[in-house]
């Protein structure tokens, strides 16, 4: 089997290619967003904390 055939994968390749570029997408996804919604609440915690001690 070459590269080249591996890369055709039998005439389905549009198929297999599509369902994994899907799937890394959905990954990066599932990685990606809880460190960002992470982040958020860290800098909220963060911003209601210096509020309280300006308060005080």
């Known amino acids: 089997m070459t590269l080249s055939e591996f ?3 039998g005439g389905y390749a549009f198929y297999v290619w599509t369902a994994y570029g899907i ?4 990954l990066l996804i599932n990685i990606l967003l ?3 919604q992470h982040h958020k609440q860290l ?11 300006r308060n005080l």
């Open 23 to 26: 799937t890394l997408v959905v």
């Open 34 to 36: 809880p460190m960002q």
């Open 7 to 9: 890369f055709h994968m």
């Open 43 to 53: 800098n909220r915690i963060a911003r209601r904390v210096r509020r309280q001690r």
